[in-house]
């Protein structure tokens, strides 16, 4: 085959694009960030809001990595340490 039959030339599907995260999301600025107050029970309700808002792998790319989930719930300063 040639090398034009060989490259990709037709619409690229939609789940394999990786999906955007706003500017900024590293971790390291998190850290050095105030620290949240969130307790416990807060922090639950806020991890099952966001894995049902990103059931359908449209909001972020899944399965969400630990660290994308803590700066998704809000978790800032030691409590993302």
């Given at each position: 085959?040639?090398?034009?039959?060989?490259?990709?030339?037709?619409?690229?599907?939609?789940?394999?694009?990786?999906?955007?995260?706003?500017?900024?999301?590293?971790?390291?600025?998190?850290?050095?960030?105030?620290?949240?107050?969130?307790?416990?029970?807060?922090?639950?309700?806020?991890?099952?809001?966001?894995?049902?808002?990103?059931?359908?792998?449209?909001?972020?790319?899944?399965?969400?990595?630990?660290?994308?989930?803590m700066k998704?719930?809000?978790?800032?300063?030691?409590?993302?340490?």
């Open positions: 085959p040639s090398l034009v039959a060989m490259r990709a030339s037709g619409p690229v599907p939609f789940d394999t694009i990786q999906k955007l995260v706003p500017r900024g999301w590293k971790r390291s600025l998190m850290k050095r960030m105030p620290t949240s107050r969130l307790d416990t029970e807060e922090i639950m309700q806020r991890i099952v809001t966001v894995l049902l808002k990103n059931m359908e792998e449209k909001f972020r790319d899944a399965p969400m990595r630990t660290a994308n989930l998704e719930v809000g978790l800032r300063g030691a409590q993302i340490k």
